[in-house]
């Protein structure tokens, strides 16, 4: 089993300068809306990548149907999951 360590304040500088900043006004945003609807914007987004993989996929593989090109899609979002923890 792997020991945890106290991170030394380099460290943690370290860490939070490679995040980014926060977006106040769309935190706003998000916080005035009914908590039904906050999902929204990341459904928009989700959307809108597999859009833009669609494309690239349907140029890549011009010969495959729409439900093969969804297919690779979903594998695709699938690994990076895997490698990633997310797509």
């Known amino acids: 089993m792997d020991v ?14 490679g995040l980014n900043t926060i977006d106040h006004a ?15 914007p990341s459904l928009r987004a989700s959307a ?3 859009a833009g ?7 890549k593989f011009p010969n ?4 093969e090109i969804n297919m690779k899609i979903l594998d695709y979002l699938i690994f990076m999951d895997g490698k990633y923890g997310h797509a």
Do not use: C
Not at 26 to 40: D, V, W
Not at 53 to 59: H, S, V
Not at 64 to 67: E, N
């Open 26 to 40: 769309q935190m706003e945003l998000l916080a005035k809306m009914p908590p039904g609807k906050r999902i929204y």
């Open 48 to 50: 809108m990548i597999r």
């Open 53 to 59: 993989l669609r494309t690239a996929f349907k140029r």
């Open 64 to 67: 495959l149907s729409l439900s």
């Open 4 to 17: 945890k360590r106290v991170l030394t304040s380099e460290e943690i500088s370290a860490i939070v300068d």
